[in-house]
């Protein structure tokens, strides 16, 4: 990887951060008159701490991290735009990724101006790592990938990340919001070995807590350093950090669920196999299934009349043809089903 501090943006690096006033003291004290809060309303009057200890704490000790490598953010699009504004200079830097895959990454590009670079995975959803390589070329700050993939559902090969992490210059960003339906380990475990690493996951998916919108970066606690020094100070509300401290202390809730939902994914692949207007079933290492149809749009339509919502990707790269289906409840997934056995071609 190319040294630290010739990637980041030289504005960045030279700036001043914001401090606020829970920044600037140590240790404990018991009447706060500096941050010009209301003194009524107890907790809620206070600003939430703006580096979310106690959280990373137990995050931490889940991820077998310190708390200096990891940063909390509004979901994982937070991150993802600080990366992005952090490492690129509107209109002289680019980006690249995958296509098909996780949409943010490209309008997180457009909305800071840099250029964004799609390198189409092979018909078996696989990626080739020379490939990116090239289309990345020496201006690429950032390569974004997300294993398991979305929409697609699959793990990339370990083997061309590897590559990738190896030969690429600037910082690697694997997005492993739905690594826990996955066998496969996280790449959290590699941080020491690729200092050009970025991890990011989510408490939206396996978690089940997508309306507090938390997302987790791992990385470096440089790279770390330079997200929060450009991060807005209170990101991450004092409801969220209770939320979320409230669902790490009880991990083993998350781990049952997580069973169901995998229970769920081998009987809902199963029976779509049996029905007429499936053509296709993707292996799957995430809580949904992508699925070639018969009538990507006419099914979809169809199925939203019966007030069952799935996801149409038939105008994705590689994915013409095909829906999108989350893993449900056994109810939620019986419904489903019932709907496209009707369906006779």
């Known amino acids: 990887m190319t040294e630290l501090n010739k990637l980041v943006r030289q504005s960045v690096l030279k700036m001043k951060p914001y401090s606020s006033a829970r920044d600037e003291y140590q240790g404990e004290a018991s009447i706060f008159l500096d941050a010009n809060e209301n003194p009524f309303n107890t907790p809620y009057n206070r600003y939430p701490d703006p580096l979310q200890w106690a959280v990373k704490e137990k995050i931490g000790q889940l991820k077998?991290?310190?708390?200096?490598?990891?940063?909390?953010?509004?979901?994982?699009?937070?991150?993802?735009?600080?990366?992005?504004?952090?490492?690129c200079d509107p209109g002289k830097d680019a980006i690249t990724s995958i296509s098909p895959s996780y949409g943010m990454y490209e309008v997180s590009a457009e909305v800071n101006n840099v250029e964004f670079r799609k390198?189409?995975?092979?018909?078996?959803?696989?990626?080739?790592?020379?490939?990116?390589?090239?289309?990345?070329?020496?201006?690429?700050?950032?390569?974004?990938?997300c294993s398991p993939n979305n929409p697609t559902g699959n793990n990339l090969s370990r083997k061309e990340i590897h590559k990738v992490l190896a030969n690429f210059h600037g910082l690697v960003v694997v997005d492993e919001a739905y690594i826990d339906f996955s066998s496969a380990p996280s790449y959290i475990g590699e941080?020491?070995?690729?200092?050009?690493?970025?991890?990011?996951?989510?408490?939206?998916?396996?978690?089940?807590?997508a309306a507090i919108r938390l997302g987790?970066?791992?990385?470096?606690?440089?790279?770390?350093?330079?997200?929060?020094?450009?991060?807005?100070?209170?990101?991450?509300?004092?409801?969220?950090?209770?939320f979320a401290l409230r669902l790490l202390l009880d991990e083993n809730k998350m781990k049952e669920q997580l069973v169901l939902l995998?229970?769920?994914?081998?009987?809902?692949?199963?029976?779509?196999?049996?029905?007429?207007?499936?053509?296709?079933?993707?292996?799957?290492?995430?809580?949904?299934?992508?699925?070639?149809?018969?009538?990507?749009?006419?099914?979809?339509?169809?199925?939203?009349?019966?007030?069952?919502?799935?996801?149409?990707?038939?105008?994705?790269?590689?994915?013409?043809?095909?829906?999108?289906?989350?893993?449900?409840?056994?109810?939620?997934?019986?419904?489903?089903?019932?709907?496209?056995?009707?369906?006779q071609s």
């Open 216 to 242: 987790m970066a791992f990385a470096s606690p440089e790279v770390i350093g330079l997200l929060n020094k450009i991060k807005y100070p209170y990101n991450i509300n004092q409801l969220t950090q209770e």
């Open 262 to 343: 995998l229970e769920g994914r081998t009987l809902l692949e199963r029976r779509l196999r049996e029905l007429p207007c499936v053509k296709t079933i993707y292996p799957s290492d995430a809580n949904f299934i992508l699925v070639r149809v018969t009538d990507a749009t006419g099914i979809y339509n169809r199925l939203v009349e019966k007030g069952i919502i799935v996801r149409n990707r038939t105008n994705v790269a590689l994915c013409e043809g095909c829906l999108r289906i989350t893993v449900g409840t056994e109810e939620e997934n019986n419904q489903l089903l019932n709907e496209l056995e009707k369906i």
């Open 191 to 209: 941080l020491s070995k690729y200092p050009n690493l970025v991890v990011l996951q989510t408490f939206s998916k396996a978690w089940g807590a």
């Open 64 to 87: 077998g991290v310190r708390k200096e490598n990891i940063l909390l953010g509004n979901g994982s699009d937070e991150p993802i735009d600080l990366l992005i504004r952090a490492f």
């Open 119 to 145: 390198v189409k995975l092979t018909p078996a959803f696989e990626l080739d790592a020379e490939k990116l390589l090239r289309v990345a070329g020496e201006d690429s700050k950032l390569i974004f990938l």
